[in-house]
């Protein structure tokens, strides 16, 4: 069991953190057709984009409602409904998703009342969902950012489906895909779900927006990721895996909305959890299957295949990770995933900080994890052999000579965050690689 | 922050935006962003961009993560020494903070970083959720100056006061109050002058600098630019203020003139003609015919050494077409760089230019030259595409609005990496320039898949055409 310590410091130096409306606007980046609108001042959204513009080197459609001091006074009503109209005429969106800042939080305005009036005064915006979700940047983290949004994607009425009557149409599975992924995860787990002869409902699905791809046309919105029409099938789920424990409540909601079963898998690299992501998809499709002709579930050649494969790496970079002690600072989702893969190998973890709360923090591998900044970092990790953590740690990891692994967000000094991939058989083998070649690199 | 300060400097006397004499006068500075399709910056922002640059102080942000959070460590200002700019201090205030205020936790913060840094002075920067809740940044901040006999200074830039714009000479009043005047240089030299609005962005002061001490022109005070705190306190000394990117830190200018006598001229670093101009008006203002001499002398020298150099560029970038959109001063002065180059300008940005920017644009531009008032990422590319522009000149902001377009693109903003401030600086862009048009990129990224060609599309929509019917029409357009 993990002691949590919360720093005790008043000051935040070198945050670790990011906002939560940075991590909700990211989910809803993983929808197609979307512009993600910030209800706040025009900063809260231009930082936003800076971060995520640097990070995928993509452009990154966000808006704003740009609060101003009189406007937040008088409350936010008009700025809302002039954002919304702007934006349907510019960039004709499928979708908005709407957050609140910290500013328009501490006001205090009634979200759900202004979207209500302003619905019933354009009538004309009622095929436009619009997923609303509340994101004080004063309470959480990206990840909580983002958790939340995932929520209020899979709560939101998207109307029904125009009915198309297909033939031999593939059960589907929704895939709740945590802020620890990237969209080179995402791409990965999608094709392996698509590999049993299932169809990935991925919510949110970064792989089609910030994978980093060439269009033919200039996007104003999203250009890619989960549809509207997708979402509006969002009831014909066979079943809801999880991927992240703060993906939990949002596979409750759908569980409570249309009766669907689910399984939250905490982590996704290393042997054990990735075998038991493909045996779960190898259960659904037997579930399936007439049980007349009951036998073993039939795995994919290619992963039993790519199975041995890590097992092979885990025996060639047990040598180079096997004693090494490790520091890291990510969110906990992330956090989690990794130490543990880290334990797996034999490393040893120096120290854990973390960014916001979680059930989790209290089974790392370790006696304690901290709530805190790089700062605290910087104190703990003296020593380690390795550090892992966003581009921000540069500094400290320069300072102390220590080598830099960069996980999380921002990433604003490495190319190919879009298709980066560390989850899975094959992403484990990534990961487990670059680390033992960063100790190779050393002479260690 | 009070109103009338903030209507004050709207209205600020300096800027030429307010000599407009028609109706809808001011418009620039005073103009409200557009829910849903304001793109810029708050006031923070502003503020942040023009006090982070100074290197050994600790600027504390008071506020949700969100303001440094999401910001910290990404500005492009580079230092010869301290590195303490380079760290995000932030109060990361709770839900707890904003129901019982924040100040208890702000000066507790301030304590925290004075004890472990001992930094010569804390910028301390509010922001709308601290304002909102009625924290009284002047007060903690008067409280801990002195109790810490270090300088804590208030900079009063809630974000939803307004643009970038207004956040920069926000930063100017604060240096104003609580900075500039309150310490003594060493010993001063009829030739200091002060670079105001200057932020070393890629080290471009690097490029400027010999060229001052060269000619014998000392730089007393970089605002802010690879300074340290000290000598911002002491640029009530100098003799002549030169405004760089001018109009940011314009109320410095002009107020530094009221209170201490300073002239100040606006400048720009960017081409050779600009580059000349700049040394010669300064050896005008405070020279004696010895350092004009200098001058030109100097002038002479770095022109034919760029006239080899740039040689090879000249004839690779002769009459290639350029779009630049980007802000204010260098909507012009980089224009006159690209045509020292023996480029062209086709179209430029006039979104934030005074009625002076204008009138140098027009100059510039010439009769066919397209002026973008407003521009989104559409209309840059449908300008470009009128045009037939070579590439893109902008700031990152656009960066892929041209990339993802397929279009060769050069940022000359504040996340850009490269120098191009003074003569050396032309030559770095004239690289960068030659690098960006003729990568061999370009055919690339343009070329269709052999199944994307017209020729595979047709038979793409002949697919499920009976075959004879198919055989037919095959025949006839061969």
């Known amino acids: 069991m993990t002691t949590v310590t919360k720093s005790k410091k008043s000051v935040a130096v070198n945050p670790l953190k990011q906002s939560p409306p940075l991590g909700a606007a990211l989910a809803f980046l993983g929808l197609k057709g979307i512009v993600p609108l910030f209800h706040g001042s025009q900063g809260c959204t231009a930082f936003a984009k800076v971060l995520l513009v640097r990070h995928f080197r993509e452009a990154i459609p966000l808006a704003t409602t740009a609060m101003t001091e009189v406007s ?63 994101t004080p940047d004063y309470k959480g983290a990206l990840q909580d950012g983002f958790a939340a949004a995932v929520q209020s994607i899979v709560s939101t009425d998207y109307g029904t489906p125009v009915e198309t009557f297909q033939f031999n149409s ?26 049993f002869g299932l169809k990935p409902l991925m919510i949110p699905d970064l792989s089609g927006s910030v994978d980093g791809h060439l269009d033919d046309d200039y996007n104003s919105k999203t250009p890619g990721g989960t549809s509207l029409e997708q979402l509006q099938q969002l009831d014909r789920s066979l079943f809801t895996i999880a991927i992240g424990e703060s993906m939990r409540p949002a596979a409750e909601i759908l569980q409570q909305r249309f009766g669907t079963e689910y399984e939250v898998i905490p982590r996704l690299a290393g042997l054990a959890p990735v075998d038991s992501f493909i045996w779960q998809l190898a259960q659904i ?10 036998g073993s579930p039939q795995i994919p050649a290619r992963y039993k295949r790519q199975r041995r494969q890590l097992q092979d790496a885990i025996l060639d970079t047990h040598f180079y990770l096997g004693g090494k002690k490790i520091s890291l600072a990510l969110e906990p989702d992330l956090l989690y995933q990794t130490i543990w893969l880290l334990k797996d190998m034999g490393a040893e973890i120096q120290a854990a900080v973390t960014t916001t709360k979680s059930p989790l923090l209290k089974e790392l591998a370790i006696d304690n994890v901290t709530i805190g900044d790089l700062e605290d970092l910087e104190d703990l990790a003296v020593g380690s052999d390795l550090i892992i953590t966003n581009s921000q740690g540069k500094g400290l990891a320069d300072k102390l000579n220590i080598p830099l692994y960069r996980m999380g967000y921002p990433i604003y000094d490495r190319l190919g965050n879009g298709s980066r991939c560390l989850v899975g058989y094959r992403g484990t083998m990534q990961f487990l690689f670059d680390l033992g070649n960063i100790f190779i690199e050393l002479g260690h | 922050m009070t109103k ?38 708050c006031a923070f922002d502003g503020a942040s961009i023009a006090l982070v640059p100074i290197t050994d102080a600790a600027h504390l942000v008071h506020g949700p993560i969100a303001c440094a959070g999401n910001s910290w460590g990404s500005r492009g200002s580079l230092s010869s020494g301290a590195t303490t700019y380079k760290m995000g201090f932030t109060t990361d205030i709770s839900e707890n903070d904003i129901v019982f205020g924040g100040e208890k936790r702000l000066y507790k913060a301030i304590a925290q970083v004075i004890k472990r840094y001992h930094p010569p002075a804390v910028f301390v920067y509010s922001t709308c959720v601290t304002a909102l809740i009625g924290d009284d940044l002047d007060a903690v901040c008067e409280a801990a100056t002195k109790k810490f006999a270090t300088p804590i200074i208030p900079v009063n830039s809630p974000g939803f006061v307004g643009s970038k714009n207004l956040g920069n000479r926000l930063a100017g009043e604060s240096l104003l109050d609580y900075v500039v005047g309150t310490a003594e240089p060493e010993y001063t030299t009829p030739y200091d002058i002060n670079l105001i609005g200057e932020y070393n962005i890629a080290g471009e002061l690097w490029g400027v600098l010999p060229l001052f001490e060269k000619v014998g022109i000392r730089v007393l005070s970089k605002i802010t630019g690879d300074a340290t705190f000290e000598e911002i306190r002491y640029a009530h000394r100098a003799k002549l203020n ?27 670093f960017y081409g050779v003609e600009d580059m000349n101009r700049c040394l010669r008006n300064i050896a005008q203002k405070i020279g004696d015919e010895a350092l004009k001499q200098r001058v030109e002398t100097v002038i002479a020298e770095e022109i034919a050494k760029l006239d080899i150099a740039l040689a090879p560029y000249r004839a690779r970038l002769k009459d290639k077409k350029m779009v630049l959109y980007t802000g204010g001063v260098k909507s012009w002065s980089v224009m006159s760089a690209a045509q020292d180059l023996g480029m062209k300008v086709v179209a430029t940005s006039t979104k934030k230019s005074t009625e002076e920017d204008k009138a140098k644009i027009k100059k510039l531009l010439g009769k066919d030259g397209i002026q973008l008032a407003k521009g989104n990422a559409q209309e840059i590319l449908r300008v ?31 996340e850009r990496h490269n120098p191009y401030a003074g003569y050396v600086g032309l030559i770095e862009m004239a690289k960068e320039f030659d690098r960006a048009l003729h990568s061999p990129i370009w055919q690339q990224v343009r070329q269709p898949a052999p199944w994307e060609t017209e020729e595979s599309q047709e038979l793409e929509v002949l697919k499920d055409t009976p075959s004879d019917i198919r055989s037919q029409k095959l025949e006839a357009r061969s």
């Open chain 1, 72 to 134: 937040t006074i008088l409350g936010g009503e008009d700025n809302i409904e002039q954002a919304i109209l702007t934006l349907v005429e510019k960039a004709q969106p499928d979708l908005i998703g709407l957050l609140t800042t910290g500013l328009t939080e501490t006001r205090g305005d009634d979200m759900n009342g202004i979207l209500k009036s302003i619905r019933q005064r354009h009538p004309e915006l009622d095929s436009l969902p619009i997923i609303f979700v509340s």
């Open chain 1, 170 to 195: 593939l059960p589907q599975v929704t895939i709740l895909a945590g802020s620890q992924l990237s969209p080179g995860d995402v791409e990965e787990i999608k094709e392996i779900v698509e590999t």
């Open chain 1, 285 to 294: 499709i037997d579930a399936q299957t007439d049980p007349r002709f009951l």
């Open chain 2, 4 to 41: 009338p300060k903030i209507a004050d400097l709207l209205n600020e006397p300096g800027c030429e935006h307010n000599h407009k004499k028609e109706k809808g006068k001011n418009k620039a500075c005073t103009q409200q962003a557009k829910p849903g399709a304001a793109q810029g910056g």
């Open chain 2, 242 to 268: 030169v405004m760089i990117c001018s109009k940011a830190l314009i109320n410095m200018g002009r107020k530094m003139e009221e209170r201490y006598g300073i002239p100040y001229i606006e400048e720009s």
């Open chain 2, 384 to 414: 470009i595409k009128k045009t037939q522009a070579d590439m893109l000149v902008a700031g990152g902001r656009n960066q892929y609005t041209a990339l993802k377009a397929r279009i060769p693109f050069l940022d000359i903003n504040q």
